[in-house]
Every structure is written in C-alpha cells, then in structure tokens.
C-alpha cells in the first residue's frame, strides 16, 4: 500500500537557466565523494536509504529492479570512501508543453551524511547531466508541507511554477 501526502508543489527549473557556485568546502566534496550509476547488488542499501523518505518499503525491491531496466530511468549513488551515504532516482520524459525533462525523483543522503552540501551536490550531479543531454526542463515533485525542501530547491535555482495532484490505486 502507498501512502500520498496529498496535493504537492511541483518546482521546475530550466537548465540552461540554472547555475551552481561551488565553494570551497563543495570542491572538498568532490575530492573525497563520487557519484556512480547504481548497480543490482546496491538493493540493500537502497531500501536502507529510502526508508529514511517513506515509512513504505514494500515496493523498494520490485521498484528498483523496474528502474534499472527502465531506459529512461537513472539511479545513482553518492559514495564516501567506498560507503554509499545518498542516492538520487531521476528519469526523462517528453510534454508537449514543456519538451524534454529530466524528473527528480527520491533524492536522500543518509541522515548521518546531512548538511554538507551532499544534496546540492547530487542536484547539481543531475542538473549538469540535463544540461548535457540538452533537456528543456528539471522537473522535482516535494511535499508541500517540507518548506525546508523548499528553500533547498530553491537556492539550487528551481522555481515554485505549479502544484501537482495524485491519485492513489489501491489494489486487492
């Protein structure tokens, strides 16, 4: 069973828009962090990271097993040291209003990992690849009431444009 948050705010960004100032302490980042293509066997510590977002992990194995196979789909890990400590799910979908974009999609550090400039560095991972497969549009679906996410989204350079409505399909 999923569970919604009900009505979520949508920001967009347009990538070529978009920019991103590293400072020293995100130049340290890159260093000693990298970011790499998730691979099966990551499974564990993705459930692990996941459920750090939702209480739900019932579909975290089916889910990811899809997203790896899925062609317009990307899942990637942040790794310190050889530890995986965040991950991002973001895929490309085509609108006839919006063209090309890039959907951010379950963006998590491990909370031990937090307020290091480690989501902004996995934002900005995806931004650059949007960039460079040139995309029209960055696309991240937050729940209204996370006005911390908010801000984060924000100061990465997306903006507030418009809400977004789910249905949740029960099935038996």
Same mark, same amino acid.
């Given at each position: 069973?999923?569970?919604?948050?009900?009505? @979520?705010?949508?920001?967009?960004?347009?990538?070529?828009?978009?920019? #991103?100032?590293?400072?020293? !302490?995100?130049?340290?980042? %890159?260093?000693?962090?990298?970011?790499?293509?998730?691979?099966?066997?990551?499974?564990g510590?993705?459930?692990?990271?996941y459920?750090?977002?939702?209480?739900d992990?019932?579909?975290?194995?089916?889910?990811?097993?899809?997203?790896?196979? %899925? @062609?317009?789909?990307?899942c990637? /890990?942040?790794? &310190?040291?050889?530890?995986s400590?965040g991950?991002?799910?973001? #895929?490309?979908?085509?609108?006839?209003?919006?063209?090309?974009?890039?959907? /951010? %999609?379950?963006?998590? /550090?491990? *909370?031990? *990992?937090?307020? !290091?400039g480690?989501?902004?560095?996995?934002?900005? *991972?995806?931004i %650059?690849l949007?960039?460079a &497969?040139?995309?029209d549009?960055?696309?991240?679906?937050c729940?209204?009431?996370?006005?911390?996410? *908010?801000?984060? #989204? &924000?100061?990465?350079?997306?903006?507030?444009?418009? !809400?977004l #409505?789910?249905?949740?399909? &029960?099935?038996?």
């Amino acid at each position: 069973m999923s569970s919604c948050s009900g009505l @979520v705010v949508l920001l967009l960004a347009n990538p070529v828009e978009s920019s #991103y100032m590293s400072d020293n !302490r995100n130049e340290h980042i %890159d260093r000693i962090c990298s970011i790499r293509n998730a691979h099966a066997d990551d499974a564990g510590r993705i459930k692990e990271l996941y459920a750090q977002l939702s209480t739900d992990v019932s579909n975290v194995d089916r889910d990811f097993t899809l997203l790896l196979n %899925d @062609v317009n789909a990307k899942c990637y /890990i942040l790794e &310190e040291k050889g530890t995986s400590i965040g991950m991002v799910i973001c #895929y490309v979908r085509s609108s006839l209003s919006s063209g090309k974009n890039m959907v /951010i %999609d379950d963006l998590v /550090i491990d *909370h031990q *990992h937090r307020r !290091r400039g480690l989501g902004s560095l996995m934002m900005q *991972h995806c931004i %650059d690849l949007a960039k460079a &497969e040139g995309l029209d549009c960055v696309e991240v679906a937050c729940s209204r009431s996370k006005s911390e996410l *908010h801000r984060f #989204y &924000e100061g990465m350079g997306l903006k507030h444009r418009m !809400r977004l #409505y789910s249905l949740i399909i &029960e099935h038996a």
